[in-house]
């Protein structure tokens, strides 16, 4: 499972971030956005605690037991060991954090699921790499731009970086030529606006705005 997960990122290159929706919402935004061509979804915990783990969880739950395989769940803003077992119980299948935490990267290899931590700096990558990730999120990427990218890239490119942060469909080209393998998208694509108006087939169009550069 965990080599056909990354082969899934490889080739489609986009990961949805889902923050701040209703339970109730996750499932039909989840069809939408498979309908526009995205097959792997990131729920992020609640850092400030408004959603409690324990929820969180069971939401990753209900959408891995829905698509079953169709579209890979994973979970993001993973900051402990405790949140990274949650999640494997879930049925969730890949792990992003905000940071490089070594013990948070470790238990994610031990049980048998994919490891996305975030890191900035060469030094944070590489230690990210040391710890056993299988991609780096680079976050936030467009406070310093795609130069920095290719920059990162010519010392550590046998590092597989995901581009996060300030990332839309008029600049992924600009990111992909500098050396990124994809992306996490989050209000580009998973629009509360339009979730909130019921406008799924908004949704759907977004996320066709992405896969079609990526389709290219």
Do not use: W
């Amino acid at each position: 499972m965990r080599n056909e997960i990354i082969n899934a990122i490889e080739e489609n290159k986009l990961i949805a971030i889902v923050r701040g929706v209703k339970k109730e919402q996750l499932i039909p935004l989840a069809e939408a956005l498979y309908r526009g061509g995205i097959r792997l979804l990131e729920v992020t915990y609640s850092a400030d605690g408004r959603v409690s783990d324990e929820e969180t969880a069971k939401c990753i739950g209900m959408l891995a037991e829905h698509f079953q395989g169709r579209m890979f769940v994973g979970a993001g803003t993973v900051l402990t060991e405790e949140q990274v077992e949650r999640t494997k119980s879930a049925g969730g299948c890949f792990i992003i954090s905000p940071d490089t935490n070594a013990e948070v990267i470790q238990k994610t290899r031990a049980l048998e699921m994919v490891s996305i931590p975030g890191a900035l700096t060469p030094t944070e990558i590489r230690q990210a790499q040391l710890a056993g990730a299988d991609f780096v999120k680079l976050f936030p990427v467009t406070s310093l731009g795609a130069s920095y990218v290719r920059a990162v890239r010519a010392p550590l490119s046998n590092v597989r970086l995901l581009a996060v942060g300030g990332i839309d469909e008029n600049n992924m080209e600009e990111y992909l030529a500098a050396g990124a393998c994809g992306f996490g998208i989050s209000s580009g694509m998973v629009n509360l606006k339009l979730l909130d108006a019921c406008d799924y087939e908004g949704i759907t169009a977004l996320a066709k705005k992405y896969t079609a550069v990526i389709e290219k």
